[in-house]
């Protein structure tokens, strides 16, 4: 089993930065690909980023793209979330989460998640 946990979240002023980490026990994150997901209020979870096991190929949703950065540290079994230049529709609660796929944007194929950090960008 895989438990994830979410931090780093808060509330910024517009143009600030964040960085989010996930950091899993349990067992290590070496084999799974990995993505960032986020929830806002009345709207459907959405992915933000991923990356394959080792964190060298990285995918976007076009409206992060050059502001978010994910990145990896498996010795570590740590998942990051550079977010920079936020914006107030950055606003939402996010979530990290594991899937034996890489590549992929849709949350069925996600296996485990965490509780989800709230980040909140003021204008």
């Known amino acids: 089993q895989v438990q994830l946990v979410e931090s780093g979240g808060g509330l910024v002023q517009a143009g600030g930065s964040l960085r989010l980490s996930c950091a899993a026990s349990?067992?290590?994150?070496?084999?799974?690909?990995m993505a960032w997901f986020r929830q806002a209020p009345g709207k459907e979870r959405e992915f933000v980023a991923g990356c394959n096991w080792s964190g060298g190929i990285t995918y976007y949703a076009d409206s992060v793209k050059g502001r978010f950065t994910i990145s990896r540290d498996n010795a570590k079994n740590t998942v990051y979330l550079q977010m920079n230049n936020l914006k107030p529709e950055d606003t939402a609660v996010y979530y990290c989460?594991?899937?034996?796929?890489?590549?992929?944007?849709?949350?069925?194929?996600?296996?485990?998640w965490g509780q989800g950090t709230q980040v909140t960008v003021s204008s």
């Open positions: 989460a594991t899937s034996r796929i890489s590549g992929s944007t849709w949350r069925s194929n996600y296996d485990y």
């Open positions: 349990g067992q290590t994150l070496s084999s799974y690909a």
